[in-house]
């Protein structure tokens, strides 16, 4: 694998960040790897992972330092998703979706709100995205939570669905529509909600193709009672705070494909050097090198284009909408790729759950579905170029 890493074209990391990611290999390596088929098979949380990435205080690396974070670098925060996804990709959601949850609060929330809600997240919390609903999926437009303010408080009313880590969250940030506005976009406003509201509940917890340790969940909010100090940028401002965190959440899910992709992607090369055909081994046959051939050189364009992306918004750059479709779109698709041609490369082993490509192959499926679509991004990308 040493040619395949050459050319993993990675940021140079200082110091400090080197040694972090070589801890977070190493617990990937011993901790993370070694558990992911069991807990695929019990569907059961995995709190043990949560635990260890919590060792590593891996939470604070995307937090402020005012606010208990060390705020490192995106790059960093891209490659650790990437690394605990190739180990555990149902952990990799789970901790990346963090991130996607509170990020809103980092770039929008107000001193006060900050200082109230990062602490604990830096310290170990899990957050929530709430976004879809059964009507308002890669559109979010079409959402009906309402939220009516009256007094010192909102009224949260609705549901959603599809929620990553929504039964386990310590804050969920939850968008919905101003009650008083009559703008389907224009109303769309955000808020955080904080585990034990009353009136919070999770309807249930879905049971998954893939990444099964990761909660997915339906929640309802009966006539929720949130604090007006949760609210962030006011009514209506949920649109603008919604579109700068997909363009955070997107490159992220692209590491997680990649993560996968990568696995898959050792996987198939560690087997077909050993399984022997013919009297040769199977990595001799022209045909397999072709598809090695194309399956490392996509990976290693996409990571680069990964990494590109990863520096643009370390940068500053926020008009990224474009490049983070492209990025999540491609990665998506190239997991999926990989992991569907690592299992044919297996044989019939490949369909066997004794081989980790079975589990690959579900769990990159979902990185098309989730944070739009990829016909969506599609769409996206197409209509970028129309003149206006």
Request: net charge negative.
């Amino acid at each position: 694998m040493n040619v395949f890493h050459r050319l993993d074209a990675m940021p140079p990391f200082d110091d400090e960040e080197s040694l972090l990611l070589d801890a977070v290999r190493a617990m990937c390596r011993d901790r993370i790897a070694p558990r992911a088929g069991a807990y695929d098979r019990s569907a059961e949380f995995p709190w043990d992972n949560v635990r260890d990435i919590n060792e590593l205080a891996l939470n604070s690396l995307f937090i402020p330092e005012d606010y208990g974070g060390v705020g490192l670098s995106y790059a960093v925060y891209l490659e650790c998703v990437r690394e605990i996804s190739k180990a555990c990709a149902a952990t990799g959601i789970i901790w990346s979706t963090t991130f996607h949850g509170i990020k809103p609060v980092i770039d929008f929330g107000s001193e006060e709100q900050k200082r109230r809600l990062l602490p604990g997240i830096a310290e170990g919390g899990l957050a929530a995205l709430c976004i879809t609903e059964p009507s308002a999926g890669s559109d979010a437009t079409g959402m009906t939570t309402t939220f009516t303010p009256d007094g010192d408080d909102i009224v949260v009313s609705g549901g959603k669905t599809f929620i990553t880590n929504g039964d386990v969250a310590d804050v969920l940030l939850v968008f919905g529509k101003w009650s008083e506005i009559d703008d389907d976009r224009g109303s769309i406003s955000v808020l955080a909600m904080e585990k034990g509201t009353d009136g919070l509940n999770v309807l249930r917890r879905e049971e998954k193709m893939g990444v099964r340790a990761s909660s997915t969940a339906t929640l309802s909010f009966d006539g929720c009672r949130v604090p007006r100090a949760n609210l962030l940028g006011g009514p209506g401002a949920g649109l603008k705070i919604l579109f700068a965190a997909l363009n955070k959440s997107r490159p992220s899910v692209a590491a997680q494909a990649l993560g996968i992709a990568r696995a898959a992607f050792e996987d198939a090369v560690g087997y077909i050097n050993t399984r022997r055909q013919s009297g040769r081994s199977i990595i001799e046959f022209q045909g397999i090198q072709f598809m090695l051939a194309d399956m490392a050189t996509d990976l290693a364009m996409c990571e680069n284009w990964l990494w590109r992306v990863a520096g643009m918004i370390d940068g500053g750059e926020t008009d990224v909408g474009i490049e983070a479709s492209m990025l999540k779109m491609r990665a998506s698709d190239l997991a999926m790729r990989i992991a569907t041609d690592a299992v044919q490369l297996h044989g019939g082993y490949g369909y066997c759950a004794d081989y980790r490509v079975e589990r690959l192959m579900r769990d990159a499926k979902i990185c098309q579905i989730w944070e739009g679509t990829n016909q969506v991004h599609r769409q996206l990308i197409g209509r970028s170029f129309i003149e206006r």
